[in-house]
Structure formats: C-alpha cells, structure tokens
C-alpha cells in the first residue's frame, strides 16, 4: 500500500471536528484525533476504523504545551510523522461586554490562540523535517464582529493573522496554512448557544437559515469538504487563505 499521510485534528471528538476527522480518514489519511478526554474520541476513532480507515484517539488540552508535544510524539509513533494539522478545538464564553468576565476571555483566547499556536509549532518540525504539509486554521464569520463574542471573534480574527504570517514563514517548507471561516454550522455549540438565549434549536436554525443566501444551515460534512481540498495533494498554490464558507459572501 501506498505510503499515507498523517493528520491530527483537534476538536475531533464531536461537531466539525469529529467530521474532519472522518473525511480525511475516507480520504486515505491516518488521523489522530485528539479532544481533551481520550475517551470522548471513541466514537470518532471506531466509525473511522469500522470504514477501514486508520486513527488513535489522543487525549490531549491544546492549550497545554506539555500535554500538546506529549500528543503530536504520541501520533506521530503510532501513526507516522504527521504533516497535516487541522486547529479544530474550540469553546465560546459569550457575553456582552459589561459582563465578560477575565475568565471567559482568557478561556476562549487559550484554546483559539494558543493551542492553535502550540499545535502548529510541535507539527511544523514534522512538516518541514518531510518538506511537505498542510495546516488548516478554524477561524469563524464571528471574526468579523458578532454580538456577545468579543472574546470569540478577537480569537477568530487572530487566527486570520496568524494563518497568513505561518503561510509566509513556512511556504518555502512546501507547507501551506489556510483558515477556513464557517458561518452557522449544525452542532453541539450553536445548540448550546440557542438554549443560551432561550430559543429551540429547530427554531433558531430556520432563523439562521432564512438570513443564510443559500437557505439552509451549514452542516459539519460541508466544511470537511474544504479541509479536504486544503489538505490535499491539489491546493499546493493556495495559502495564507481565508475561506468563508457560510452559504453566502461575507463582508
Ligand atoms: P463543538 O461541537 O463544541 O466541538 C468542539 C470540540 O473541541 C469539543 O469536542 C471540545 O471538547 C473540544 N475542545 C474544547 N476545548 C479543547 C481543548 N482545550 N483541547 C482540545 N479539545 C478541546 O464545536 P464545533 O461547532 O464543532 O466547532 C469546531 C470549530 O469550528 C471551533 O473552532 C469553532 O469555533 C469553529 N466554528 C464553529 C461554527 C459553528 O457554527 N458550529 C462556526 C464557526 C466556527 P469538550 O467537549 O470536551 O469541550
């Protein structure tokens, strides 16, 4: 068999990184799919392995940095050296202004900023050991500005920054960094946000749907299909991007 690549996605356990980690399993990757309990990456790890695919579960809080070289040697002895990394792991602490708390800034800036700056520092030795890899940033349309995420949405737009100063840096390693940006996305974190401001899911979904061009919300398989093409072989001129993929233009 033909020697296959290795990705970590962070924030696999469930949600959009749950369904990365699938597709780029489907794709012919082996994963690792790291979450902050080991235990919560089993159902990833077993649909992969049902499918024939390849993955380990890692536990891992990517905002530790011990925890974040203890989980990249981890994959890369079990799986091989990975040279794809998806910065999926994300929280939200909402709040307006006058109530956000020290914590819920500092909470939501780690996990964003940090662990994606950690992560992607750990791998890149992998990336340009190999002269090949691919780096996929989670970013949000909430980086460009959104109720209540102040936290959130500075974290967001860093991400942005920090993806086009890694694709400089690292282009001439045949690495490339691009961000994807997804608008409403099905998951457990817009339905704890709906329960948050009290509405029903299904009614918060159409709401969103109806102001959504293209009439539906997103659903986790949609932006699986960009990191595909991102961590792909083909994407090799596209980097230092930021791709909104939100069912419409976004300002
Ligand atoms: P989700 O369902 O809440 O999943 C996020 C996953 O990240 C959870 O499994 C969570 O684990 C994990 N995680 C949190 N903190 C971590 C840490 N410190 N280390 C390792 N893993 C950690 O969220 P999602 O909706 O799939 O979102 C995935 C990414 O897309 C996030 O970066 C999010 O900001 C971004 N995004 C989502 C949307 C959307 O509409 N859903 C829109 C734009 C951008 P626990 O369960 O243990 O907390």
Request: a negative charge; proline letters at 3%; charged letters at 20%.
């Amino acid at each position: 068999m033909a020697h296959s690549r290795v990705a970590i996605v962070t924030g696999a356990a469930r949600g959009i990184g749950a369904a990365v980690a699938k597709r780029l399993a489907k794709d012919g990757l082996a994963v690792g799919v790291v979450d902050l309990a080991e235990d919560a990456c089993a159902a990833t790890v077993e649909a992969i392995t049902a499918d024939g695919g390849k993955a380990v579960a890692v536990g891992a809080d990517v905002a530790d940095s011990a925890a974040v070289s203890a989980a990249v040697a981890r994959v890369s002895q079990e799986l091989g050296p990975p040279t794809v990394l998806v910065n999926n792991a994300g929280i939200t602490r909402d709040n307006l202004l006058f109530k956000m708390t020290e914590d819920d800034w500092d909470a939501v800036i780690a996990v964003h900023l940090r662990g994606a700056f950690l992560m992607s520092r750990e791998v890149q030795k992998h990336q340009t050991e190999q002269g090949w890899g691919r780096i996929v940033n989670l970013s949000s349309t909430s980086a460009l500005g959104n109720r209540g995420q102040a936290n959130y949405s500075a974290a967001k737009a860093g991400m942005q920054g920090f993806t086009k100063t890694l694709a400089i840096e690292l282009g001439k390693f045949g690495v490339t960094v691009n961000a994807i940006a997804p608008g409403f996305i099905e998951t457990e974190m817009t339905a704890a946000t709906a329960a948050r401001v009290g509405v029903p899911f299904e009614d918060f979904k159409a709401g969103a749907a109806a102001a959504i061009p293209v009439r539906r919300v997103g659903q986790p398989e949609d932006i699986a299909a960009v990191v595909s093409f991102l961590a792909g072989e083909e994407s090799g001129f596209v980097s230092g991007q930021v791709i909104y993929v939100a069912g419409g233009p976004q300002d």
